[in-house]
């Protein structure tokens, strides 16, 4: 495009320079590319390298980066463990449910506040993004205290059981995905909506057959967003669960498999990487509505 | 116009169902169905975030045992801390010297996979996406390894090259650069695809009419592209402030905090006053001091994403 309007502007003589210019430009872009590549993709990698060493090569210091005896010992290992699993199997659990919570939640919320104006729908919309920028690290004192109190007054265990995060999490997951619900809400036609009012739809029905199917992507990649954190969240279990069958795959591996001072590498590499998989395996089939929520946050609304 | 037509079926309906009885009626108007389907977002936002952070201030303002109170004692006693004046100074140093180099970074390397072919970004895009996709707790023990002191990787190639062992860990200085290179690691992927998408929306034209005008790449730049992701840009590096302010799992993992407290931030000293310590209204009291540069950067980022509205 660019090309041919300079085509039209300049003398045919300095078209030849021109794609030179572009041809290098080119070149050196995908030789930064390569060199940031590298940076962003050492850690990754080396974790895959380092899980599949034995920790008779580790401790030898050979060459870090290269495998000489191959071994898929740490992952059997950590696979038929039943510590691991449980970690594993907690996760899954806490992660899935908080979905859909969130779903539950945001869901006709989203739907309330983009299509039906009622008195302080504009402060809600407004208070949820809020409440989205307020990081965890700023209540996980107070929520610590609170649960410890509700826990004397009701008699229900509440802390160290790993049922809490499932309420704790939607308050990290259900202001954002409320957040870009609203949005993919919003650039639904009203002229769909009306049509079915007219029909005779109840908004319920409006709700599930018309906002949810058309607004589909953006269910998607809320549902990603709400289940990556659930499954990253680090410092909520990390303080309200202590006991080693209550813990979640972040605090599981970063807690049990750092004995003292012995680091079994290994292990915790192959952990790590398990850990990291969940989530990698949806980027890599879901890319395009991974990337759409990412954006959604700023550019919608 | 919708609302009119909404409330017309509306009233239709609940006329034809034999005359419907004023609670079928309060519950079919719109403000009441409303209410209910944004009730569990207001409850789980004033149960679970708005009462907590009021909580917190009440909190601070008691003693250890939390038995008594002891009004501003809390404050007067950190500010004769000397850790507490290091975290401020650590926090600060750390939030903006990472924002700056993930919006460095992620600014030059969304400009490179712009320059490349369209069918190839999209690869280049996902590869260059993954250290945002991995958990951090759990990319962070990468690099704890790599950064381990007996058997570090880097060390090793470094040592190839005549550079001594580096203690990355170990020394204040090279444990505060560590904490924020895995920080700007993870984050700088961020601010690319973000970048990504608004030098996609700059029009080819403007371009077009820059190059016909003679301007060359870094005018291009100055001029085109940057006046153009202004406002993506801020919002962008705006909440990137937030988060790496309120950062916890990096230093948590890499560092505890050490040597010698030099590289906790607000999040990780609270952790290790209020409840590794057990002193919570202490660590509430340190949490809290993180509200003003957040409220600060929220204020900014509200105004930039509603004048984003008012555009569209």
């Given at each position: 495009?660019?090309?041919?309007?300079?085509?039209?502007?300049?003398?045919?003589?300095?078209?030849?320079?021109?794609?030179?210019?572009?041809a290098?430009a080119?070149?050196?872009?995908?030789?930064?590319?390569?060199?940031?590549?590298?940076?962003?993709?050492?850690?990754?990698?080396?974790?895959?390298?380092t899980s599949?060493k034995?920790?008779?090569?580790?401790?030898?210091?050979?060459n870090?980066?290269?495998?000489?005896?191959?071994?898929?010992s740490?992952?059997?290992?950590?696979?038929?463990?039943?510590?691991?699993?449980?970690f594993?199997?907690?996760?899954?659990?806490?992660?899935?449910?908080?979905?859909i919570?969130?779903m539950?939640?945001?869901?006709?919320?989203?739907?309330?506040l983009?299509?039906m104006?009622?008195?302080?729908?504009?402060?809600?919309?407004?208070?949820?993004?809020?409440?989205?920028?307020i990081?965890?690290?700023?209540?996980?004192?107070?929520?610590f205290?609170?649960?410890?109190?509700v826990?004397d007054?009701t008699?229900?265990?509440?802390?160290?059981?790993?049922?809490?995060?499932?309420?704790?999490?939607?308050?990290?997951?259900?202001?954002?995905?409320?957040?870009?619900?609203?949005?993919?809400?919003?650039s639904?036609?009203?002229?769909?909506?009306?049509?079915?009012?007219?029909?005779g739809?109840?908004?319920?029905?409006?709700?599930?057959?018309?906002?949810?199917?058309v607004?589909?992507?953006?269910?998607?990649?809320?549902?990603?967003?709400?289940?990556?954190?659930?499954?990253?969240?680090?410092?909520?279990p990390?303080?309200?669960?202590?006991?080693?069958?209550?813990?979640?795959?972040?605090?599981g591996i970063?807690?049990?498999?750092?004995?003292?001072?012995v680091?079994?590498?290994?292990?915790i590499?192959?952990?790590?990487?398990?850990g990291?998989a969940?989530?990698?395996?949806i980027?890599a089939?879901?890319?395009?509505?991974?990337?759409?929520?990412?954006?959604?946050?700023?550019?919608?609304? | 116009?919708?609302?009119?037509?909404?409330?017309q079926?509306?009233?239709?309906?609940?006329?034809?169902?034999r005359?419907?009885?004023?609670?079928?009626?309060?519950?079919?108007?719109?403000?009441?169905?409303?209410?209910?389907?944004t009730?569990?977002?207001?409850?789980l936002?004033?149960?679970?975030v708005?009462y907590?952070?009021?909580?917190?201030?009440?909190?601070?303002?008691?003693n250890k045992?939390?038995t008594?109170?002891?009004?501003?004692?809390?404050?007067?006693?950190l500010?004769?801390?000397?850790?507490?004046?290091?975290?401020v100074?650590?926090?600060?140093?750390?939030?903006?010297?990472?924002?700056?180099?993930?919006?460095?970074?992620?600014?030059?390397?969304a400009?490179?996979?712009?320059?490349?072919?369209?069918?190839?970004?999209r690869?280049?895009?996902?590869?260059?996406?993954?250290?945002?996709v991995?958990?951090?707790?759990?990319?962070?023990?990468?690099?704890?390894?790599?950064?381990?002191?007996?058997?570090?990787?880097?060390?090793?190639?470094l040592?190839?090259?005549?550079?001594g062992?580096?203690?990355?860990?170990?020394?204040?200085?090279?444990?505060?650069?560590?904490?924020?290179?895995?920080?700007?690691?993870?984050?700088?992927?961020?601010f690319?695809i973000?970048?990504?998408?608004?030098?996609?929306?700059v029009?080819?034209q403007?371009?077009?009419?820059?190059?016909?005008?003679?301007?060359?790449?870094?005018?291009?730049?100055?001029?085109v592209?940057?006046?153009?992701m202004?406002n993506?840009?801020?919002?962008?590096?705006?909440?990137?402030?937030?988060?790496?302010?309120?950062?916890?799992?990096?230093?948590?993992?890499?560092?505890?905090?050490?040597?010698?407290?030099?590289?906790?931030?607000?999040?990780?000293?609270?952790?290790?006053?209020?409840?590794?310590?057990?002193?919570?209204?202490?660590?509430a009291?340190?949490?809290?001091?993180?509200?003003?540069?957040?409220?600060?950067?929220?204020?900014?980022i509200?105004?930039?994403?509603s004048?984003?509205?008012?555009?569209?």
């Amino acid at each position: 495009m660019s090309t041919m309007a300079i085509d039209k502007a300049g003398p045919t003589r300095k078209l030849g320079s021109m794609s030179r210019d572009r041809a290098w430009a080119l070149r050196w872009s995908y030789f930064f590319l390569v060199l940031f590549a590298i940076f962003f993709l050492t850690p990754p990698v080396y974790m895959l390298i380092t899980s599949l060493k034995s920790s008779a090569e580790i401790s030898a210091a050979t060459n870090p980066w290269w495998v000489f005896h191959p071994t898929l010992s740490n992952y059997i290992e950590l696979l038929t463990s039943n510590q691991f699993l449980r970690f594993f199997w907690n996760s899954s659990i806490i992660s899935i449910v908080v979905v859909i919570v969130t779903m539950m939640i945001s869901i006709p919320a989203a739907f309330a506040l983009a299509r039906m104006k009622f008195w302080g729908s504009a402060t809600l919309a407004t208070g949820v993004f809020l409440t989205y920028l307020i990081p965890d690290s700023l209540l996980f004192i107070p929520l610590f205290k609170m649960l410890g109190v509700v826990q004397d007054l009701t008699g229900i265990t509440l802390l160290n059981r790993w049922y809490v995060l499932v309420f704790i999490y939607p308050t990290l997951t259900v202001p954002f995905c409320t957040w870009i619900m609203i949005g993919y809400f919003a650039s639904i036609p009203k002229e769909l909506d009306e049509a079915a009012i007219i029909d005779g739809a109840s908004w319920l029905q409006t709700l599930l057959r018309i906002f949810i199917p058309v607004a589909l992507p953006g269910l998607i990649a809320a549902t990603i967003f709400a289940f990556t954190v659930s499954w990253a969240q680090f410092l909520y279990p990390l303080v309200f669960t202590t006991s080693i069958d209550q813990l979640v795959l972040p605090v599981g591996i970063t807690t049990t498999l750092i004995k003292g001072d012995v680091f079994n590498w290994g292990q915790i590499m192959t952990g790590a990487l398990l850990g990291a998989a969940p989530p990698l395996i949806i980027y890599a089939f879901l890319m395009d509505y991974y990337i759409a929520g990412l954006t959604a946050g700023a550019t919608k609304g | 116009m919708a609302d009119v037509v909404v409330e017309q079926g509306r009233v239709a309906r609940a006329a034809g169902a034999r005359k419907g009885s004023s609670l079928r009626n309060t519950l079919g108007r719109k403000s009441t169905v409303a209410f209910f389907l944004t009730l569990p977002l207001i409850l789980l936002i004033l149960l679970l975030v708005l009462y907590p952070a009021f909580y917190s201030l009440y909190l601070a303002t008691l003693n250890k045992a939390m038995t008594k109170f002891v009004g501003l004692g809390n404050f007067t006693f950190l500010f004769k801390r000397e850790t507490f004046w290091m975290v401020v100074k650590q926090s600060c140093i750390f939030a903006i010297t990472a924002v700056v180099f993930k919006a460095l970074i992620g600014f030059i390397v969304a400009h490179f996979v712009h320059n490349i072919p369209g069918k190839k970004q999209r690869k280049w895009r996902g590869m260059l996406l993954v250290p945002w996709v991995i958990p951090p707790a759990m990319s962070t023990l990468a690099w704890l390894w790599l950064f381990d002191p007996s058997y570090s990787a880097f060390n090793y190639t470094l040592s190839f090259f005549g550079v001594g062992p580096i203690p990355w860990l170990g020394e204040t200085f090279w444990a505060r650069f560590s904490v924020i290179l895995v920080n700007v690691w993870y984050g700088a992927p961020f601010f690319l695809i973000m970048y990504l998408a608004a030098l996609k929306s700059v029009p080819d034209q403007l371009y077009e009419a820059a190059a016909i005008d003679g301007a060359n790449w870094w005018q291009k730049i100055w001029y085109v592209t940057l006046p153009m992701m202004r406002n993506i840009i801020a919002i962008t590096t705006l909440f990137s402030l937030i988060v790496t302010f309120a950062n916890f799992d990096i230093v948590r993992i890499l560092t505890s905090g050490g040597p010698l407290d030099t590289t906790h931030l607000f999040a990780t000293w609270a952790f290790q006053v209020g409840i590794q310590s057990s002193d919570i209204p202490l660590g509430a009291c340190v949490s809290l001091f993180m509200v003003p540069i957040l409220a600060v950067a929220a204020v900014f980022i509200l105004r930039d994403v509603s004048k984003r509205g008012n555009e569209a």
